[in-house]
Structure formats: C-alpha cells, structure tokens
C-alpha cells in the first residue's frame, strides 16, 4: 500500500474499534469494522472476535483500495481518494465511486470543462480523465470541492438510511459526526 493508504487505513482502524456485534447492525458482528459476511468471503472461518488485524487490513487494501482505484485516484487527489476510501468503507467502493461520477458530471459546467461520464459505480479511464480535467481547470480548489460534494452526498444518505428504517438512527449520529467533514 502507499503512504498514504496506510496513513488512512491506520486512522479507520482507529476509528472502526475492535469487536463490536451491534443488534441493530444488519452486518452482524464486526471487527476492525469488517463485517461477517465480507470476513468469510476474504476465506475467514474463525469467529469475527478472532479476526487479526493483519486480516482485515488485506481485505481493506485489496477490497477497498485498491480493488476499486481509489489508489489511482489518490495519485492525482488525495484527499479525494481519501473521502472515497472512507466512504467505500462504510457504504461500498461502488456508492463511493458513484457519488463521485455524480458529483463529476455536476462539476463540469454544463459539459463546458469535460463530458458528462456514465454512473457505472466504476473508477476507469473516463472517471480519471474527468477528475483529471476537473483539478486541470479548478486546481487545488477543485479538489476541496470535490471532497464536499461527496461528503454531500455521503450524508444525505445517511439521513436516508435512518429515514428508511429505524434502527439505522442508532448510528445516525456517529455516521455524521465521524464519516462527514
């Protein structure tokens, strides 16, 4: 991994704890924030409480790094491809990368900057090539605008998620409070 995805991947294990087996979490138990499901689909078979640390961070990199491209994201933006990295984590690398497609195709004036990209919720060359011209025609302003269109977006579902069903307002307020700027 890079620097940088180890500076990141260092603070979400910070921030996603150790053991937790929340009962209003569909996902079941977790541990270092990987749920069950993804666990026994990396080859875990232990018990989640057992999972080591080495573990989850090879299911972080491959399945949230650099299995989406958010590590080719990172060389021209990093902050960008730290939020998407965050919010892939906690939502899915393919949400993430649909909120930047969005937020992409919202930015470009009217096609005036760059083409508007198909949402396939894929990082390929299109994506890199809009956000490319993105921070080409906006610079480091760009980027920082980037980061709170998704962030935007990053919250807005979450008030949708607690709206759609109850038991998601246990997690409302640490969602907003330590997944949005």
């Excluded at 491809?81 to 993430?96: K, R, S, W, Y």
Aim: glycine share 12%; net charge neutral.
């Amino acid at each position: 991994m890079t620097e940088i995805a180890g500076l990141l991947l260092d603070a979400l294990l910070e921030k996603e704890g150790g053991f937790v087996d929340h009962p209003d979490d569909r996902g079941g138990a977790t541990h270092f924030g990987i749920t069950i499901a993804v666990a026994r689909a990396a080859g875990w078979a232990g018990t989640m409480r057992e999972l080591p640390r080495e573990f989850a961070v090879a299911i972080y990199r491959r399945r949230y790094w650099s299995g989406p491209g958010f590590d080719a994201v990172s060389v021209m933006a990093p902050k960008v491809a730290a939020e998407l990295f965050d919010t892939g984590v906690n939502m899915g690398p393919g949400t993430a990368t649909g909120f930047l497609q969005r937020s992409l195709n919202a930015l470009n004036r009217q096609q005036r900057d760059w083409p508007d990209i198909v949402v396939d919720r894929g990082i390929g060359a299109a994506t890199l090539a809009a956000l490319r011209r993105l921070l080409a025609v906006r610079g480091g302003e760009g980027e920082a605008v980037l980061v709170k269109a998704l962030d935007a977006l990053q919250g807005a579902r979450y008030i949708e998620l607690a709206e759609s069903r109850a038991a998601n307002e246990s997690f409302l307020f640490g969602w907003l409070a330590n997944r949005t700027a």
